[in-house]
């Protein structure tokens, strides 16, 4: 079975720029999760969609924001970068909603802002 | 913010030796959850612990969970080289099922 897929693993962009993330979860994983990896806040998450719903979400701006699609494949939007937003995005993946689930992660995308 | 938070931030050992890690969390907690990381790579799920559950086992890991103490700790026995990485403890509190990770221990195994 395939993993995790993340694209693209790497990215450079300008302030002001907006990016989009792509994550194709494990096949029949219907529960998308999204990370924020830094040297200085470690592993923050984002939010979670389930079945196209957004679920839950973490303490960040209006900036970041994400979709899932029927085919359980979600997308991450940030707009108007700021050079904070270096880092290292991860995408997990589990069968169903739930902190009993074990989360499986993509290898990530490491977002560069110049 | 984080709900977990690992101890120590760093350990060095050598090949053959066990590792121990603590995790602290601060409120009630579900379930607690431990991820290994290589450099460069996503996050791999090594074992989850129920707040019902005091002991698991899986391989060369050992994971005890002490709800009294809100504290989890994470053995690994007779380490190898391929074991040097960062491990993170996840929580999710009772109230909120969302993930929290700690901020992680990086191991590093000597040959």
């Known amino acids: 079975k395939a993993g995790v897929t993340q694209t693209p693993r790497y990215l450079i962009k300008t302030r002001g720029q907006q990016v989009t993330l792509s994550c194709s979860p494990i096949?029949?994983?219907?529960?998308v999760s999204w990370y924020q990896q830094t040297p200085g806040q470690g592993l923050q998450f984002l939010f979670e969609?389930?079945?196209?719903?957004?679920?839950n979400k973490g303490n960040f701006p209006g900036r970041f924001s994400g979709r899932q699609f029927s085919n359980s494949r979600s997308e991450m939007n940030v707009s108007t970068l700021e050079l904070g937003d270096s880092a290292l995005y991860l995408c997990?993946?589990?069968?169903?909603?739930?902190?009993?689930?074990?989360?499986?992660f993509g290898d990530g995308t490491r977002l560069s802002i110049l | 913010s984080q709900q977990g938070e690992e101890d120590p931030q760093a350990l060095s050992i050598q090949e053959g030796e066990n590792a121990t890690m603590n995790c602290s969390y601060k409120t009630s907690i579900n379930n607690l959850q431990w991820y290994r990381q290589n450099s460069g790579r996503g996050l791999v799920h090594l074992i989850l612990?129920?707040?019902?559950?005091r002991e698991k086992h899986s391989g060369r890991l050992r994971v005890t969970l002490d709800t009294s103490k809100k504290s989890s700790s994470l053995l690994i026995t007779a380490s190898r080289a391929a074991d040097t990485a960062s491990y993170f403890c996840?929580?999710?509190?009772?109230?909120?099922?969302?993930?929290?990770f700690g901020a992680g221990t990086t191991v590093t195994v000597r040959a």
């Open positions: 996840a929580t999710d509190a009772r109230a909120d099922y969302k993930l929290s």
């Open positions: 096949s029949g994983h219907r529960s």
């Open positions: 612990i129920r707040s019902n559950e």
């Open positions: 997990a993946s589990s069968l169903v909603t739930g902190s009993n689930q074990p989360q499986h």
């Open positions: 969609y389930f079945s196209e719903t957004q679920r």
